[in-house]
């Protein structure tokens, strides 16, 4: 099982060719995917609501935990999953909340964190041996992750209201990724 944590993306990316972004790489350029707009399937009432799509997936992980503040707006998350070996986590703390995670592959990991209210966050892998976390802070944020191909590394943390980004990964790729501008930032590479 491949375990999530800054230490050892830190070494991964020191071992390997990364993109470290400081500046405004680009501004609104951000395209939510197609199937953030197919959430609305959970528009029910509910407080929070999680739909789990598995497709010939085999020793595979998926964990979801959502909190609703004070009632303020029911949270929507998805996981779609096929392939051997792959791990999805969403977390939203906070209320409004949409998250995404499609894999589609072998040993695939990938973890969604958004705390506060009104955030679209999604990461799409598509290969093998990819990993990527997000993780969203304050409000309204629109956030995604894409990666296709093998050994692609992401982290990315976005923090501040209003802010984007939207980062594409066709192989053997790392990036990491602190946006507190407020501004949208897209990375295709």
């Known amino acids: 099982m491949i375990k999530l944590s800054v230490s050892y993306l830190y070494l991964l990316l ?9 500046g405004d790489l680009g ?11 197919l959430l609305s399937e959970l528009n029910t009432g509910h407080d929070n609501n999680a739909i789990v799509e598995l497709t010939n997936s085999t020793n595979s992980r998926v964990i979801i935990l959502q909190h609703n503040v004070n009632g303020a707006g029911s949270n929507k998350a998805k996981v779609q999953q096929a392939g051997y070996n792959n791990n999805a986590n969403i ?12 894999q589609n592959g072998t040993n695939n990991s ?14 799409l892998q598509n290969g093998n041996d990819n990993i990527a976390h997000l993780t969203q802070t304050g409000n309204g944020k629109q956030n995604v ?3 296709t ?37 897209s990375i295709i590479n």
């Open 14 to 22: 020191a071992v390997s060719s990364y993109t470290y972004a400081t």
């Open 27 to 37: 501004i609104n350029e951000f395209n939510a995917p197609d199937e953030l707009t």
């Open 110 to 123: 990938a973890s969604l964190e958004q705390w506060g209210t009104n955030h679209e966050g999604a990461i």
């Open 91 to 102: 977390v939203q703390l906070g209320s409004n909340n949409t998250g995404l995670i499609s």
């Open 145 to 147: 992750v894409n990666q």
């Open 149 to 185: 191909g093998d050994s692609n590394i992401a982290a990315a943390v976005n923090k501040n209201n209003g802010a984007g980004f939207s980062i594409n990964q066709t192989g053997n790729q790392g990036i990491i990724l602190v946006n507190g501008m407020d501004r949208f930032i």
